[in-house]
């Protein structure tokens, strides 16, 4: 089945007027292959009332470009998709003239979504894309053959008409070759121009606008199930993992930006915690020097993160109760202006997180990791050929005997050794997903549930140590009755949590492993 695979960079409004300039950068002027050509791109998108095509992952277009007609149908994003890298099967084909070919739909996959589309509703166009589009044929010197298109215009809704966003965006269409050549050109122009991951795709932003949606985001991303074969390599298994990890980070980076909702930091959070832990395991593969780098960029990420999720969690979630508890006590008067320097810290932390999403070292850290998946093997001279199946169990009965063993610390323990057992919850957790079938069995969903659990009420009595960590740092000298208040209050909802801790720890006791049957 034929694939568009291509790496798509949003170009900044302020650089829109010089985005012809883009074919004359030195690095593109290096790989050029061709004459640059312009032309007007003009692609109407068809679905039905109900948007019954993209509940299914199905795009359908009839485009104008220059003088010919070109019929297309995309499918849903295939698994090596992530960030800036979009991959899709494509059936396309050259019309003799204007208008939707219906006969031709029945030579796809998805032949039978358009036989029941066709009795029940009728096609009607829904938006348009409307750009000038600078293009040029690439050859990167390793071989690989691309081609370089500069779009600049807008989308327009049909139904309803009026609704109109611009469009400036760069992609580097993969013909024959690797993905590498183009994160490295991608990487390149990152330098000098205003770029930044385009995650959603001219149909995605033309779906949203008919709707009247935001602009590129809608609602937080969070995890999803990666497909891998068992049997196949693990390396295989654990680039799809990464992707998936890339995928989250990079689709909360717009939502996170302009949206105010917490959610955002808190999955992309997650998005990075699970890309770290992640990484820990190519290390075994790739080896230190090529992962270390990317782990501390990702640490200056999830710092930032870390903090805004921190004080979102304290505003939030911990503030409200510790209020109502301490309603009538003499503390009140100082927890009031507590609430007031919590709101100015949080306001703080979120923009900084922000300012580090809109950074160009942001859109360098995930073109970096993306660039990285994309060499086999993680460019290891000599990789393992263990397969998924087996480093998983390895991996999955390690992590279980570590959490097993540091659990007998719960009851009695100190906060640091209950601490650990959290950390190692936590990442036996993401191991656990990161190998558990996208559609899973019962003991799967038994154990991850227990693990869950698990680690929920451990966040929770962390959650706890924490408020007493950063109010104490804002309290003045004069408030003290305030902290000691905190602390008690603290104290006390972290001895309340011990019941529910020790009864997730015999549920997760009592889970069955799931990867010996898997």
Known sequence: MPAEIELKLALDRAAVRRAAMIARHPAVLAVRAGRLRTARVQSTYYDTPECALEHAGVALRLRRDGRRWLQTVKGPPLDNASGALHA??????RLAKRGLDVTLLGNTPWHKLFAKLQKRDDLVPLFVTDVVRRSVALKFPEGTTATLAIDVGTIRSRRPAGRRVPIAEIEIEIGDGSAGPAYALAQSLLDDWPLSIATASKAARGYALARGEPDGWSDALRA?????????????????????????????????????????????????????????????????????????????????LGTARDWDVLATDTLPPLAAALAQDPAAAGLARLRRSIGGHRVAARMA????????????????????????????????????????????????????????????????????????????????????????????????KALARLQDGLGEWQDAVTAMRLTAGLARKSDDVTVGAVRGWAAAHTEALRPDIARAWQKFVAAKPFWGRW
């Open 224 to 304: 999803e199930p990666v497909e891998f074969a068992p049997d196949g390599a693990a390396g295989e298994a654990l680039c799809a993992i990464a992707r998936g990890c890339i995928r989250q980070i990079a689709g909360n980076a717009p939502g996170l930006v302009a949206d105010s909702d917490p959610e955002w930091v808190h999955q992309m959070r997650i998005g990075t915690r699970r890309l770290r832990s992640c990484l820990s395991l190519i290390k075994r593969i790739a080896g230190a020097q090529r992962v270390d780098p990317l782990v501390n960029e990702i640490r200056w990420l999830a710092a930032l």
């Open 88 to 93: 899709h099967d494509e059936h396309e084909w």
């Open 353 to 448: 997180a922000r300012d580090a999403v809109r950074s160009p070292r942001f859109q360098r850290l995930l073109l970096s990791i993306g660039a990285f998946c994309a060499e086999p093997g993680f460019g290891a001279q000599d990789p393992p050929v263990e397969s998924a199946r087996t480093f998983a169990a390895k991996l999955l009965t390690h992590r279980h005997a570590r959490v097993l063993e540091r659990g007998t610390a719960l009851e009695s323990g100190t906060a640091e050794e209950r601490h650990a057992v959290r950390i190692a919850a936590k990442k036996l957790r993401y191991a656990a997903e990161f190998f558990s079938p996208p559609n899973p069995r019962k003991r799967n969903r038994a154990y991850l």
